[in-house]
């Protein structure tokens, strides 16, 4: 899948996310945008030092901790950009399973067949 569609499937499960979970806020359609587009950086280069440095405790958890790792990066996102805000750790956590859960399930509708 080509850089642009991942980047608007993100987009989406981020709006998705804006709606569902109580603390999270974007404030228009381009900071919603930019906001996918850095989070997928974070992704990209923070997130795998983080899981690395973390995988002790992800291996004691059997692989809960990395929920927290994903929480985190959704909080880092915020900490960016003043247009998109993350209010707490909870709203972080409950945002990151949703936006996992979304950016999932749109990759699956909307990719093509393997084979």
């Given amino acids: 899948m080509g850089f642009l ?19 999270m806020e974007v404030r228009s359609l381009g900071w919603l945008l930019l906001a996918a587009l ?12 983080l899981v690395l440095l973390s995988l002790p405790l992800t291996i004691l958890t059997l692989g809960l901790f990395l ?10 996102t915020s900490w960016f950009l003043p247009g998109f805000s993350v209010h707490g750790f909870w709203a972080a956590f409950w945002g990151a399973i949703v936006v996992s859960i979304m950016s999932w399930a749109a990759t699956r509708l909307f990719a093509p067949p393997v084979g």
């Fill in 38 to 49: 850095v989070f997928g950086l974070v992704n990209a280069f923070v997130r795998p030092i």
């Fill in 5 to 23: 569609a991942q980047t608007l499937i993100t987009a989406f499960a981020l709006w998705a996310a804006t709606e569902i979970v109580p603390g």
């Fill in 67 to 76: 929920l927290v790792v994903n929480a985190a990066m959704l909080g880092l």
